[in-house]
């Protein structure tokens, strides 16, 4: 299979590219012009996920990863005018393509999108992606993702996730801070878990769904940032300060359990490979402390 991967620079994008090279398929990397750069993803091409020339790109491949775009509700509430084009209007332009050379998109949206209505500029914007995807006469495959973590999602590179942040705080000797409500849930995923069930909804030919990819387990952020801190082996304190937070991130987002995807990882083994990631790749763990 030969696939295109955008936002290749990128913790998932990245972390897909690998694993599908990895798994004998054929990759084309594409990375934003002015993107940071990661080892294994220095022969991307250079484009933006939005340019028509990117279409040109599709061609040959069976699929697209559309891995670009704006990745946390920080940035989009920043600039939501901005989270729509790169995660609604990217994708329109990528779709076109998609039409034009007979490959399905796969769009990796998140669970917040399937809320009504969606409670924040980023879960707008992504959910404008998927309405794209359902009404573009391409193939596609929407995946809702719940909170995916692991190898690959450091702090330096503007990684949000909880888990993300309270490694970079234990590996520190720093307090682990949780504000808002510390018992809000989420539903963890090992990245790797995530993609390997993506690429097997690619090769089922699972084209026109909209598909959940989650553990199907609730987790308090509270008990993450224990068992982060017990990972690492750190004493750092876990400070649970309360306060309020901006709209969307002070609920609770967690996926059905009748419904959960077969996971190789148990949230307590992922997060102890993850620490350790960080802890034998001294460059990631130094600027994640930034």
Request: net charge negative; aromatic share 4%.
């Amino acid at each position: 299979m030969k696939v295109l991967v955008t936002g290749a620079n990128g913790f998932l994008g990245s972390r897909a590219s690998g694993l599908l090279a990895e798994n004998g398929h054929e990759v084309v990397r594409v990375s934003r012009p002015r993107g940071a750069e990661r080892a294994g993803a220095k022969d991307a091409v250079r484009i933006d996920a939005g340019d028509p020339a990117a279409r040109e790109l599709i061609a040959g491949c069976d699929a697209v990863l559309h891995f670009a775009g704006i990745p946390d509700p920080a940035r989009a509430r920043e600039d939501p005018a901005r989270a729509v084009r790169e995660n609604a209007g990217t994708t329109l332009n990528l779709l076109e393509g998609c039409l034009e050379h007979g490959a399905g998109l796969v769009y990796p949206s998140t669970v917040r999108a399937a809320l009504d209505p969606p409670p924040d500029p980023y879960a707008h914007s992504k959910r404008l992606g998927e309405e794209a995807c359902r009404l573009h006469e391409a193939p596609t495959l929407v995946v809702r993702l719940t909170s995916v973590y692991g190898p690959g999602q450091v702090a330096w590179e503007g990684a949000t996730g909880a888990i993300a942040s309270f490694a970079a705080r234990a590996l520190a000797g720093e307090p682990i801070v949780v504000a808002g409500d510390p018992e809000r849930s989420r539903d963890f995923i090992y990245v790797d878990d995530a993609l390997a069930a993506i690429e097997a909804l690619v090769a089922m030919g699972r084209w026109n769904e909209t598909v959940l990819i989650a553990s199907g387990r609730s987790t308090s952020l509270l008990r993450a940032a224990e068992l982060v801190r017990d990972a690492a082996g750190s004493s750092s304190p876990i400070e649970t300060p309360g306060g309020g937070l901006p709209a969307g991130e002070n609920e609770s987002y967690q996926a059905a359990p009748e419904a959960p995807l077969p996971l190789n990882l148990s949230l307590e083994e992922g997060i102890r490979r993850y620490v350790n990631w960080l802890q034998n790749h001294p460059a990631a763990e130094v600027r994640a402390r930034a």
